[in-house]
């Protein structure tokens, strides 16, 4: 995860994300302190309950979207680390090596997929943001946006062994979603996923068919349950059993029967992030998962500072 200290939405990436809200005026200090607090006590919480979390703080102030860092790089097992080309040009800065070298300290890295150098034709991928991977039938979800090369998602699959599943979707006002990551999210016994953002019923009844693969339980979110974030959660695991982080703006956005179908299989654990959530991202854009073997270490809570 990365701690902010000069937050603010991103005029740059606002032309074709609907989920972010403009800051108001002379407000960017008050907001940089509080997206940097919200990770403060979003890492605590997650510590608390057994999650290990990689804290890595950004000091540039040319970095508005530096708190998403899932969009630029992602881990798999077998020791492999992809590295993505970004849409937006002010977003491409996020890449730092000292975030690869912690991986390689800390982890067992075998090689180190770089795509980014195709920025320079016009080929994107904005890593788990613009995919959601099934890691138990290895397949690749995405939804057609700016940010999605279906040449480069073709290339991803072939590299890292998933199977591509494309569609289009939108969002309450017809516009395609800019992030795959906004409207779903897979975790081991249960997925969400927002299917009537899928306006083609034949496409719309293949992911659901898929998803259901390996009786996975579907709870299919509102509009107005994406619009709040309900689809950006990630599963992780914690000290006592594997547990759904999502943002409380989300978590509050569930039905009391959605939650208790969640419940069923892992424990919600909700973090307080409405500063954040303005730049058009929620929980499971601000965390990088990992799934690479740990080396042996002295320090296993790994803070980087």
Same mark, same amino acid.
């Given at each position: 995860?990365?701690? $902010? ?71 798999? $097992? ?6 993505? $080309? ?40 904005? &890593? ?65 996923? &927002? ?35 309900? &689809? ?15 943002s409380t703006r989300a978590a509050n956005a569930l039905s009391p029967t959605q939650r208790q179908r969640i419940e ?16 058009? &991202? ?24």
């Amino acid at each position: 995860m990365i701690r $902010p200290h000069h937050f603010h939405p991103n005029a740059e990436t606002a032309r074709d994300n609907g989920f972010q809200t403009d800051a108001p005026a002379n407000a960017a200090e008050k907001l940089a302190k509080q997206a940097q607090s919200e990770i403060t006590m979003a890492v605590q919480t997650l510590r608390e309950a057994g999650v290990q979390v990689h804290l890595f703080d950004d000091p540039r102030d040319d970095r508005p979207d530096a708190v998403f860092p899932n969009n630029w790089f992602s881990t798999h $097992p077998g020791g492999h680390v992809a590295v993505y $080309p970004m849409y937006s040009p002010n977003r491409r800065i996020e890449r730092r090596s000292d975030v690869l070298e912690l991986l390689k300290q800390r982890y067992r890295v075998q090689d180190i997929i770089d795509y980014s150098g195709l920025e320079q034709d016009g080929l994107f991928l904005e &890593g788990t943001g613009a995919m959601v991977l099934d890691h138990v039938e290895r397949v690749a979800y995405a939804a057609r946006s700016k940010r999605t090369s279906e040449v480069l998602l073709e290339r991803f699959c072939t590299h890292f062994n998933y199977e591509p599943m494309v569609f289009d979707a939108y969002d309450a006002a017809g516009l395609p979603i800019y992030h795959t990551n906004v409207l779903m999210c897979i975790g081991t016994d249960v997925a969400l996923i &927002g299917l009537e953002t899928i306006h083609n019923a034949v496409r719309r009844e293949e992911l659901r068919e898929r998803l259901a693969q390996g009786d996975r339980d579907i709870v299919e979110l509102t509009q107005d349950q994406i619009a709040n974030f309900a &689809g950006n959660a990630i599963e992780l695991q914690g000290r006592d059993g594997r547990l759904l982080a999502m943002s409380t703006r989300a978590a509050n956005a569930l039905s009391p029967t959605q939650r208790q179908r969640i419940e069923a299989h892992l424990k919600i654990l909700p973090l307080e992030i409405p500063t954040i959530e303005m730049a058009g &991202g929620s929980v499971r854009c601000t965390i990088a998962g990992i799934h690479l073997s740990p080396r042996p270490q002295s320090n296993p809570e790994g803070e980087a500072q």
